[in-house]
């Protein structure tokens, strides 16, 4: 007979990773980890590529703005398609871009043509690519998992994806010397193929009819009134991409504060990397593992105050273990506050609108890049460990301000036990 403590580990993995029951989600989460791991593998290479060839460090500057603002404009429009396309097919065709995207490249190196301009213009194609990729694969899990399963699914896909965030630019900066750039872009393309081929193992998802009988920008009008007209949406939303545009540009600024506060060099900016990167596979796999959620809005609130206090200690620490520890804890809570935010959005959301809805939660990933310039412009002229701070407390001020100002927040778990009910 086992001890109970035993029976307790094995139904908390059990919770952890219980979408995985689901065939279907194990495709999507395969896709996923692949798709990922090569858009991090491309954080190290893209930049390499573009330093190699310019010799300029603003370059580098230009490069990932021309995937970030693609990213961000296209975000809406991409929820539009992901209602009104069938969705597995969606994803197949943008990775299909992505596919062909990479290979240019490729192909270029290969033959020794690449060009600064080429490697823009293609940064540009991908940065096209994730806002038609992503609302799609949002809503397709719910299509698979339904929203018993919702929370546990949307978590092990954060899991995985921060666990590609610190694995892939890990693994492509150990690879360029040993590969060379070319192997590397292989390899890249590889996972690209891969992610695409694992779709195909899906079911198709059709729109639904009363979706495709009204024209595109009538659909594209009722995601924005549909926001408008349900205030706890419209601030769930707002609550959660807020601290991404204040707080989550701290990561560009690693580099600063490896280099000019504690002076560990490219050693110490890689540890932060993982630290960080981490902290928020920790703080999905909590989540994961809960076997239900039924209060949120307290977590939420805990953990996006917790993440603005320990990175305003982590910007004002003196000494850099600690400053390790207190990143790989502020993300864990990061983590955590996000996965609750998404979750919430997607319990209150109808079907029909589910794509639209995840497009604009699809910003969070490009507001810290456009967030980096007015970080980078405090940390020019009070430092970093101000600049950052500062972010820091302004984050956990706006946090408070949605609270103390909106009744609809405050109701949030109210709200989402009543439609439990009503479904």
């Avoid at 007979?1 to 999507?28: D, K, T, Y």
């Avoid at 992505?98 to 020794?112: C, F, K, M, R």
């Avoid at 900066?173 to 890249?188: A, C, D, H, K, S």
Wanted: hydrophobic fraction near 55%.
């Amino acid at each position: 007979m086992s001890n109970p403590p035993q029976n307790r580990r094995r139904h908390a993995w059990r919770n952890a990773i219980g979408a995985l029951e689901f065939s279907e989600f194990r495709w999507v989460f395969a896709s996923n980890m692949s798709f990922f791991m090569a858009m991090g593998a491309m954080q190290i290479v893209r930049p390499w590529l573009a330093f190699e060839l310019t010799d300029s460090p603003l370059a580098l500057g230009i490069v990932s703005g021309a995937v970030a603002v693609p990213m961000l404009l296209l975000a809406p429009y991409g929820g539009v398609l992901a209602d009104r396309i069938e969705r597995r097919r969606l994803i197949i065709i943008s990775q299909c871009i992505a596919v062909l995207s990479e290979g240019a490249i490729l192909a270029l190196l290969i033959t020794d043509s690449l060009q600064y301009w080429h490697l823009v213009g293609l940064a540009s194609l991908m940065g096209c690519t994730f806002p038609l990729v992503m609302p799609a694969r949002q809503a397709i899990v719910v299509d698979i998992v339904g929203k018993k399963r919702l929370t546990n699914a949307i978590a092990l896909n954060m899991a995985g994806m921060n666990v590609t965030r610190v694995a892939g630019p890990a693994l492509a900066g150990f690879m360029i010397p040993v590969l060379g750039i070319e192997g590397v872009y292989g390899l890249n393309l590889a996972l690209y193929v891969f992610a695409v081929i694992a779709m195909f193992r899906i079911a198709k998802r059709p729109a639904e009819a009363k979706t495709l009988e009204a024209p595109a920008m009538t659909n594209f009008i009722e995601g924005l009134t549909y926001v408008r007209n349900h205030k706890i949406v419209l601030i769930l939303l707002i609550y959660g991409l807020v601290p991404m545009f204040l707080a989550m540009p701290f990561q560009t600024l690693l580099v600063v504060f490896a280099d000019d506060v504690w002076e560990t060099g490219a050693v110490g900016l890689g540890i932060l990397h993982a630290a960080a990167g981490t902290g928020g596979v920790l703080g999905s796999i909590f989540v994961a593992a809960q076997s239900s959620v039924t209060q949120r809005l307290r977590p939420m609130m805990i953990s996006v105050l917790a993440f603005g206090l320990l990175l305003a200690l982590f910007a004002f620490s003196p000494w850099f273990i600690p400053a390790v520890v207190l990143i790989l804890i502020a993300n864990i809570f990061a983590s955590i506050f996000g996965t609750l935010n998404n979750t919430a959005i997607q319990l209150l959301i109808p079907d029909s609108i589910r794509g639209r809805i995840s497009s604009f939660l699809m910003m969070s990933f490009s507001l810290p890049l456009l967030g980096t310039l007015p970080i980078s412009t405090l940390a020019e002229s009070y430092g970093a460990p101000m600049a950052v701070g500062g972010a820091a407390i302004l984050a956990m001020a706006s946090a408070l301000f949605f609270y103390a100002v909106s009744p609809a927040l405050r109701s949030l778990d109210f709200q989402i036990e009543q439609l439990s009910e009503d479904t």
